[in-house]
């Protein structure tokens, strides 16, 4: 059990997703590592559209575990989720759950988390989690087109992935994303450090901000955060939307401003606030067919606080690719 996530807003949050993270990693334990027999299953074929896949796919000495169900239907793309920092694959079970019946949907989880071993390097970035990914889809027959759901951090890879393969992306959903470029903007609003101060600007300068984004021990997937941001930020930056005219919907917690800043002294958490609402509605406008949307009663975690809201969008997001 990890006791903090990377993939909150701010300490005041960590206890809730570390009980998300515990129960993703309960239950019957099928997302362990399996066997190298189980990691030889083969794909569902065409013929066989409704075959549930779950399997890990061998990469060099390590395994990625991912998981599709519902049918394939032609022409219809895929619907690939991309979890948050520190979350495994089940913290997407909900939305599944309401989706598996009509649409194909996969998830898996990144090296380190669930049921795929940490990989050997002790530094990584976005690059080498979108590597894991092209790898994993190859390995289980997953073929575009896609519509990918990411939620908080996992926008990062999710950026990266497109950037590579923008003929199979059709269609994106940004669910409580994390910009990449908040985190300079938050360390930038905060005061020089003083005798005295209050404990919580201390811990988003020195820990929030500070150790945990720049050093990859203190996460299980090895991720140098700040070097993610970077690069994120090198692709995103360039004039013009990132996603062109790609069907994107972005849904933010009504929650988490609160959760993650409520802490701060008032006029700061007016500014974090200020910053974060700023860079979600940035991220929103990279595409010229994008949509802001608040999601109400629902914290950091909207794939477990309002599933149905992720339903929504990602059919909305459908209908805009197939009319």
């Known amino acids: 059990m990890t006791t903090r996530s990377y993939d909150v807003l701010g300490r005041s949050v960590a206890v809730a997703v570390t009980v998300l993270l515990v129960a993703g990693c309960s239950g ?5 590592p399996v066997t190298s027999d189980s990691a030889t299953t083969p794909s569902p074929t065409a013929d066989d559209a409704s075959t549930d896949l779950i399997l890990d796919v061998p990469i060099g000495e390590r395994s990625i575990h991912v998981t599709c169900f ?9 619907v690939l989720f991309e979890s948050g920092g520190g979350a495994p694959s089940d913290a997407w079970d909900r939305v599944v759950d309401l989706m598996a019946p009509t649409r194909r949907v996969c998830s898996y989880d990144r090296a380190g988390l669930g049921g795929s071993p940490a990989a050997p390097e002790k530094r990584r970035t976005t690059e080498d989690l979108v590597d894991d990914l092209e790898a994993t889809l190859a390995g289980a027959g997953v073929e575009g087109p896609l519509v990918l759901v990411s939620w908080s951090i996992g926008v990062l890879p999710l950026v990266t992935y ?5 003929p199979d992306v059709e269609g994106v959903v940004l669910v409580d994303p994390r910009p990449p470029r908040a985190s300079a903007r938050f360390l930038a609003a905060l005061p020089p450090p003083r005798k005295g101060e209050p404990e919580p600007v201390r811990i988003w300068r020195d820990e929030d901000l500070g150790s945990f984004e720049h050093d990859p021990s203190l996460n299980p997937e090895h991720l140098d955060i700040t070097a993610c941001y970077d690069e994120a930020n090198a692709l995103l930056d360039p004039p013009g939307p990132f996603f062109g005219d790609l069907p994107l919907v972005l849904l933010s917690a009504s929650g988490t401003p609160q959760a993650a800043f409520g802490d701060l002294p008032p006029r700061l958490r007016k500014e974090f606030e200020r910053i974060h609402s700023e860079e979600q509605h940035a991220l929103a406008d990279e595409s010229t067919n994008g949509r802001y949307e608040v999601v109400s009663q629902s914290g950091h975690e909207i794939p477990a606080d309002q599933p149905q809201a992720i339903v929504d969008a990602v059919e909305d997001v459908l209908a805009a690719v197939s009319g």
Not at 162 to 166: E, N, P, Q, W, Y
């Open 28 to 32: 019957d334990g099928s997302s362990g």
């Open 162 to 166: 497109t950037d590579r393969h923008r």
């Open 70 to 78: 519902g049918p394939e239907q032609e022409g219809v793309p895929t």
